[in-house]
């Protein structure tokens, strides 16, 4: 039986090769998910294994909240002095970190797509975080140095004068030299400039001080040892840890960001993979079916039950870990692939070699196999119920199973559970996100097979409705067309259902993001009561405070009010929100409060330690206008007491504060935004002009009015979506592969019949077109089926995030756009088969055994 | 019914020193060796042979659903070596019918679509009725409506018969047209391919070796070992199995 498996496989080359690849393309994509993610996560463990090299500890400002260009309080230098007294220890210096923006030869700002700017000093040796390739350390207040890889792209050598703007305005500098991080030659995408210390210290404001110190012990002493020590000696402000637990915390908080695009891409990949499952069902019960014949036989001539199974599994076992075996292989080029997609949407991740780790083999390979395995178990069972009688018969019809009588229910079940999980797990009140996250998801699939299952019921119709305009216009071909689709519903049903999952996911998150964009258009036009806002080029690295005046002096600008942000925690809790420094003169000016409790004179009379809470933030920290709330920040504490409720899902979410509150909470010497009003009748175009001509000094900061803040929020959203498409692609293309495989089966069954039309006069142009259309209604039959599921998800979705002020909309163009593309799947997915079916030789066609 | 007749006396379908070769050198088989045939107009050709003798070769050539090695086969005075696979298939569609001796429905069509199909494919519309006449001729009115796997085997064939009449071809071919028949339903069928040659003056050329149904024909070609060996007219049954022991 073994052999007869093998021969069956080699002898149907054409069919195992499409199963193939249904096994592939998913297993490819988890393969791929995981190298791209580990050679990645490698990439990390280098870079902050050598950032601690040389120190055995490291001193910080103690921060009670982590966040990006906000540091927490720096290290007097009188920290380092008494450090450098410790017995124990043998050397100590200390390390500025900022942000700087490089000007890049076209006078722009270098862009990082998401990537931070940094800015850092050079230690003396032993300490090298950041070590030289070529040329030498920065000297004096003149002198930079940059990573290798900005250089490389901007094309800067050692020698050249490059701008830079760190802090305040932009100036020249002479690049004296490129510098490494460990085997990096970046920091994944994000730009590095290199200063002295001393020149850090006055660019940044930071006299006399520094964000990290770097300890090197004595000879013999442990990293513990000289930690120990070096804490007796330290302000409650500033903490010591040890250069292992340093590197091993930031590479923990890499790897949860890595984890969150791992689960990402995973999702994706067990949608494949879930497709792939479709086409290997699919397959199998047409093999299956087409060999009843054979099987008949072999059943006559005494072959149990059990060897018949076994001998079906065998060839699925084949194909499984043929599959697997490919796929993780191809999945090493699959994450190139992905690496270089983020990077076309400036997401630039750092990787040096790949890692293929033993758990992605280990992963890959069972997925795959077992998968093939699942799929083709229903398929190889009914192979065993293939009767001896059969042997002898014509090539008899498929008879009823008994999962064909109990479907309907066994749908109508999978449905109504499915679509309730969907429904409750999104829409409930209360209870645990990520279980009724993880309820939901497991509803969708679900619904997903139950609309698979009753879908056969649907194809007669459909397929009328998808094949009257061929039948108008060529009546036989459109006719036999559609004859064809539905002469086996089952196996239209389930080649269309593969597709459906890919297609329903596409519109999903196209009405998605549709409702996304007019949700923020919405909350944009509702709250911003200005004319421009100055912000980052990249829209939300902070900027230099010294815009805020230079714009208000531009002629035209009536009032500027600057907004400063930071990640803070509330009476103590897990979760952090962002804290607004708002200035209560200007604000009303640019921005229109939407009050739920309070006006425009809380406003005035908010005071040093008052409080605005955002609806959302008041409603889970269950706060009250009069409530006294304990805040943490990036740099200190301070008690603030509630004294209005607003609501705003844009501009400021979280909280506003003023002034001397922000100042309690964190040490943040740049402003995230400058919001504009212009004098009544100004005109925008000129005054817009005038302000980019003033802000020449900063180039980082840029002024947009509110169209153009839409249009690049909607650019966003686009990107993302357009990145969500490239990776439902993949089931998109499995799914064809399945129509492929169908209808090549499908047209090796009807040889004959194919033979008697040709013989009696058919064309093979007529053949052709008679496949494609075929094809082609299989394709929108999937499509249509998608269309309902798609719209369903989006609506419940949008529905469970209608407080976030998403609104739900048919987008009829798209609908109809994505119709056109199920339509052009369809042919694409028939020109094999159709060029297979109008070649085939009439005389072998008709001619008897 | 005179629409593709030729003038009387010029053969519908010509034959001329067929050679069909499978293979080359040591291992070349030859199906054919040399074989000339002519069919008259208005004529029934019935070609019998035993097992191997290169009759399903035969016909195979002259229904230009096969290329002979050597030699040239001319239907209504076209030459099919000059045709390309497009031409050859309107030549089929509008000059020759087929009966074959199973599979000759589609299946997802009905009785009368399959009788109507070589119209539907020419884009002719049927404005004589002709399609009525013969639903008539094979007694399938009430059956019109069937599929093909709602007849009888004999059901089917009389479909087929129909189907091959309905472009009105300058030939029909019949493939072993009772081989799957018992002898009751046989005669009907060969009964109806007598009329369609009787009654509409259609050529009609029916491989088989059943030696009742080669003594419906006018002329009986005996084929052995690629060679033409006998051309008679009109014989009896006992007459066709004698020549066949004797061939064997």
């Known amino acids: ?849 | 019914m005179t629409a593709n007749a030729p003038a009387p006396g010029t053969p519908v379908v010509v034959g001329r020193d067929l050679t069909k070769r499978y293979g080359t050198g040591e291992a070349a088989v030859e199906a054919l060796r040399g074989v000339s045939v002519e069919v008259a107009p208005g004529s029934f050709t019935a070609i019998m042979g035993p097992s191997g003798s290169g009759k399903s070769t035969l016909m195979h050539l002259l229904a230009g659903l096969d290329w002979p090695t050597e030699g040239k086969v001319a239907i209504a005075g076209t030459e099919l070596g000059r045709l390309d696979d497009s031409q050859l298939t309107r030549l089929r569609r509008d000059q020759i019918g087929f009966v074959f001796q199973a599979f000759n429905l589609v299946p997802v069509l009905t009785a009368e679509e399959n009788i109507r199909l070589p119209l539907t494919l020419s884009g002719r519309n049927d404005s004589a009725g002709r399609v009525e006449l013969l639903l008539d001729a094979v007694n399938l009115r009430d059956r019109r409506t069937h599929r093909p796997a709602e007849l009888s085997g004999g059901q089917q064939q009389r479909v087929a018969v129909a189907r091959a009449l309905a472009s009105e071809p300058a030939v029909i071919f019949a493939d072993e047209p009772t081989g799957n028949l018992d002898s009751t339903t046989s005669g009907e069928i060969l009964g109806l391919l007598r009329r369609a040659v009787d009654e509409y003056g259609q050529a009609v050329v029916m491989v088989t070796h059943d030696a009742a149904a080669a003594a419906v024909a006018d002329r009986v070609v005996f084929l052995a070992d690629g060679r033409v060996v006998a051309d008679e007219p009109h014989l009896d049954a006992e007459q066709i199995l004698d020549r066949m022991k004797a061939l064997a």
């Open chain 1, 1 to 849: 039986m073994t052999r007869l498996a093998l021969r069956g496989l080699a002898a149907r080359k054409l069919r195992s090769a499409l199963t193939i690849i249904a096994v592939l393309l998913g297993v490819t994509m988890i393969s791929g998910t995981f190298v791209l993610t580990d050679t990645i996560r490698s990439a990390f463990d280098d870079l902050f294994a050598s950032s601690t090299r040389g120190a055995d500890a490291v001193v910080s400002g103690r921060s009670q909240v982590k966040q990006d260009f906000v540091q927490a309080t720096p290290l007097d230098q009188r920290t380092l002095d008494a450090i450098a007294k410790l017995p124990d220890v043998a050397k100590v210096a200390g390390q500025l970190n900022d942000t700087a923006a490089v000007i890049g030869k076209d006078g722009k700002v270098v862009k990082t797509g998401g990537a931070p700017t940094f800015a850092a000093t050079f230690m003396p040796k032993p300490f090298q975080p950041v070590t030289i390739s070529q040329g030498r350390v920065p000297r004096g207040a003149g002198e930079i140095a940059l990573d290798v890889n900005t250089a490389q792209k901007q094309h800067f050598k050692v020698g050249d004068r490059v701008t830079v703007a760190a802090g305040g305005p932009k100036r020249p500098y002479a690049l004296v030299g490129l510098a490494t991080f460990g085997s990096q030659s970046s920091l994944g995408g994000a730009t590095f400039v290199g200063f002295d210390l001393a020149t850090a210290q006055a660019l940044f404001d930071k006299r006399g001080k520094v964000d990290f110190a770097y300890v090197a012990g004595r000879p013999g002493r442990s990293q513990e040892q000289v930690a120990q020590a070096v804490r007796t000696v330290l302000p409650p402000t500033a903490r010591v840890r040890t250069a292992k637990q340093e590197a091993a915390s930031q590479a923990a908080d890499i790897g949860k960001a890595l984890g969150f695009i791992t689960t990402g891409l995973l999702a994706f990949a067990f949608i494949a993979v879930l497709v792939g499952a479709f086409l290997i069902f699919n397959t199998f019960s047409i093999t299956i079916a087409q060999r009843s014949r054979e099987l008949a036989l072999l059943r006559t001539i005494g072959a149990t039950r059990r060897q018949v199974l076994t001998s079906v599994m065998l060839e699925a076992l084949v194909i499984g870990l043929l599959g697997s075996v490919v796929g993780t292989l191809l999945g090493l080029l699959f994450a190139r692939a992905i690496n270089a997609l983020f990077k076309a949407l400036s997401i630039d991740l750092p990787s040096t070699h790949t890692v293929l780790a033993s758990r992605t083999i280990i992963v890959c390979l069972l997925t795959g196999t077992l998968v093939t395995l699942a799929g083709a178990l229903a398929p190889a069972l009914r192979a065993t119920r293939v009767a001896p009688v059969e042997a002898l018969r014509e090539a008899s019809a498929p008879t009823g199973t008994r999962l064909g009588r109990i479907a309907p229910y066994l749908a109508g079940l999978l449905i109504l559970g499915g679509g309730g999980l969907v429904v409750g797990g999104l829409l409930a009140k209360g209870g645990d996100t990520t279980t009724k996250l993880l309820g939901a998801a497991g509803g969708a699939v679900l619904l997903i097979l139950g609309v698979a299952l009753i879908s056969p019921r649907f194809i007669r119709p459909i397929a009328r409705l998808v094949a009257a305009p061929m039948e108008r216009f060529t009546k036989l071909v459109g006719r036999l067309a559609r004859e064809n689709a539905t002469r086996n519903p089952g196996r239209t049903a389930v080649t269309s259902a593969a597709l459906m999952i890919g297609l329903a996911l596409v519109l999903f998150v196209t009405i998605f993001a549709n409702g996304l964009r007019a949700s923020i258009e919405d909350v944009i036009s509702r709250t911003f009561a200005g004319d421009l806002a100055v912000l980052h080029t990249d829209g939300f690295t902070p900027i230099p405070a010294g815009v805020a005046p230079v714009v208000a002096r531009v002629p035209g600008v009536a009032t500027v009010s600057a907004l400063k942000g930071a990640q803070t925690r509330l009476n103590g809790k897990g979760g952090t929100q962002p804290a607004h420094e708002i200035d209560p003169a200007t604000l009303p000016a640019v921005y229109r409060f939407d009050w739920k409790q309070g006006s425009s004179r809380t406003l005035s009379e908010l005071g040093s330690d008052g409080m605005l809470v955002e609806e959302r933030v008041a409603t889970s920290e269950h706060l009250k206008v009069g409530d006294r709330v304990a805040t943490a920040g990036p740099s200190g504490r301070t008690t603030l007491v509630v004294r209005g409720i607003y609501k705003d899902q844009g501009l400021l979410q979280g909280y506003a504060i003023g002034r001397a509150a922000f100042d309690h909470l964190a040490r943040q010497p740049r402003v995230d935004s400058v919001l504009v009003k212009l004098d009544k009748g100004a005109n925008l175009p000129a005054v817009q002009r005038r302000v980019a001509v003033a802000l020449r000094q900063f180039p980082e900061a840029r002024a947009r009015s509110q169209k153009q803040i839409k249009d690049e929020q909607g650019k966003s959203v686009t990107q993302v979506l357009s990145l969500f498409y490239a990776l439902l692609a993949m089931s998109v293309i499995i799914s064809a592969f399945g129509i492929v495989n169908t209808l090549t089966l499908s047209i090796f069954e009807r040889t004959r019949e194919l033979g008697l039309l040709r013989a009696v006069g058919m064309t093979r142009r007529d053949v052709r077109r008679m496949v494609r259309y075929e094809s082609v209604i299989t394709a929108v039959f999937g499509a249509l089926l998608g269309l309902v599921l798609g719209v369903f998800f989006a609506f419940v979705v949008i529905k469970a995030l209608e407080s976030e002020g998403l609104k739900f909309s048919l987008p009829i163009v798209q609908i109809v756009s994505f119709l056109a593309f199920a339509t052009l799947i369809g042919v694409l997915a028939a020109i094999l088969p159709a060029s297979r079916a109008s070649r085939l030789d009439v005389l072998r066609a008709i001619s008897y055994e």
